[in-house]
């Protein structure tokens, strides 16, 4: 295998425990940070080259959102490390018990493309804050960011502890052989599976951070002008191209009616009159990124915009009206600049919507009546939920950020990530002497041994005494 001796070479470093220090992981995340401020021009060219970012979103998702993480990280990171010690019973009452806060060892991080820097370092972050080498893979796809991130963050890290691998799907492949003690993925549902496959022959454990489609139920009781603000931004965000954005409105019929001019509206103070020409709206990455989610425009009714540019890899931003639930824009996560309108009756008919499909990495819910917005969230299950607004509970490093069934396994952000990247590791110190206290537990057994074991190892329901 091409990547045994780096795997094995990056093993070599964790045994030895150079990764454990804190004052270790604190200068590699410090590097981490000059990286970031160094080479932020940099970034913000290379994602306009991979799938022309605007240097706003740029700023925004990829470097400000990951300095939050790196930030909250470097204050936190002695708290999180502590030992954490836990309730004792009778007979340990004299002893230490505690959790200890254990690296798991080399792990691997696969970023996708729609996010390259964000998506790659906010886990790595974590990683290395909870002691790991560490092997990332970015994605092959955003091809400007992948050579910008290969040659060099290696300049900054360790090069004994960090390694940047590079390649498409057979280099994958073979990066996936090698036994890993922790995989974190970031990508689609199909790919997750192959992820999860290749780390189920080494017993790996894995966290998959997938997409899904995100419904947003919008109800009758609401300021349409605003709703209309915070939908077209969270869709049209990266062209569309977030794994957390809204990907379709469920409404009723006179909602969808009102939100259609609010919706032009909005779109047009975003990006003028001709969005192609507006240095605020992105690109799709690929050709084959693009020639699928064009595939999607023949669903429903275009409402508004639809006009494409394959040269330019252009697609307006389009809201599409009386759509299907069998159209094909409602088969698969859109991935593009394309805002669906299902109708429904009710908000009971948005909701049995919701959950007789996957369960999505996120669902919003707007309504002037907090009631509405409660109920969506207590009767449906997502990775994430935001009412009245989209996209927004990402940027909370607060927040646990993940899916739930096809939308993905695990969580991260903030201390989620340290945890993620972290084997607790549950430890009992006890004292060498006091030997008659373990007495009662050792054989020859009698009943009055029995009661003396529950009495001093039970767990009580509060309010409950024991006779003894």
Not at 71 to 95: A, F, I, P
């Amino acid at each position: 295998n091409p990547y045994a001796g780096l795997v094995e070479h990056l093993r070599t470093s964790w045994l030895s425990g150079r990764t454990r220090p804190m004052e270790y992981r604190l200068a590699q995340l410090e590097a981490l940070g000059r990286f970031l401020d160094d080479k932020k021009e940099e970034i913000l060219e290379a994602t306009a080259a991979d799938m022309g970012k605007p240097c706003f979103e740029a700023f925004f998702s990829e470097i400000l959102l990951c300095k939050n993480e790196l930030h909250q990280t470097l204050n936190s990171l002695g708290q999180w490390m502590k030992d954490e010690h836990v309730d004792k019973n009778l007979v340990t009452r004299l002893d230490s018990a505690f959790i200890r806060k254990d690296p798991y060892g080399v792990v691997l991080i696969i970023g996708p493309w729609n996010y390259p820097i964000h998506l790659l370092l906010v886990p790595l972050i974590g990683a290395i804050a909870a002691g790991n080498c560490v092997v990332v893979k970015p994605s092959e796809i955003s091809k400007n960011t992948e050579r910008l991130v290969a040659e060099t963050l290696s300049c900054y890290l360790d090069n004994d502890c960090y390694a940047v691998v590079t390649g498409g799907v057979q280099e994958t492949t073979r990066l996936l052989e090698n036994k890993f003690d922790f995989i974190f993925f970031t990508g689609s549902p199909s790919v997750g599976r192959v992820v999860m496959t290749a780390a189920a022959k080494h017993l790996t454990p894995v966290t998959l951070e997938l997409g899904g489609k995100n419904p947003c139920y919008v109800s009758d009781s609401c300021d349409v002008q605003n709703v209309a603000r915070r939908v077209a931004w969270g869709r049209f965000f990266n062209a569309g191209q977030t794994c957390i954005a809204p990907d379709y409105i469920l409404c009723s019929l006179e909602m969808q009616e009102k939100l259609m001019p609010a919706l032009r509206e909005a779109i047009a103070e975003f990006y003028g009159p001709n969005p192609k020409e507006s240095p605020d709206f992105g690109r799709i990455v690929g050709d084959r990124q693009f020639r699928r989610v064009q595939a999607l425009l023949r669903s429903g009714r275009v409402a508004m915009g639809g006009q494409t540019d394959e040269g330019e890899r252009y697609i307006a931003p389009t809201v599409l009206a009386d759509v299907l639930p069998t159209d094909p824009i409602m088969q698969e996560e859109i991935f593009g600049p394309i805002l669906p309108i299902i109708v429904v009756g009710s908000m009971d008919e948005a909701i049995d919507f919701i959950n007789a499909r996957p369960r999505p990495l996120a669902v919003y819910a707007f309504s002037c009546d907090s009631k509405v917005v409660n109920q969506v969230l207590e009767r449906t299950s997502s990775g994430g939920f935001c009412g009245n607004d989209t996209m927004m509970h990402v940027t909370l490093t607060s927040l646990p950020f993940g899916g739930i069934g096809n939308s993905g396994l695990g969580k991260y952000h903030g201390r989620f990530t340290f945890d993620t990247f972290t084997h607790q590791r549950g430890c009992l110190h006890r004292n060498m002497g006091l030997e008659a206290l373990n007495s009662p537990r050792y054989p020859p057994y009698s009943q009055q041994k029995l009661g003396l074991v529950t009495a001093t190892f039970e767990v009580k329901r509060r309010g409950m005494c024991t006779i003894l």
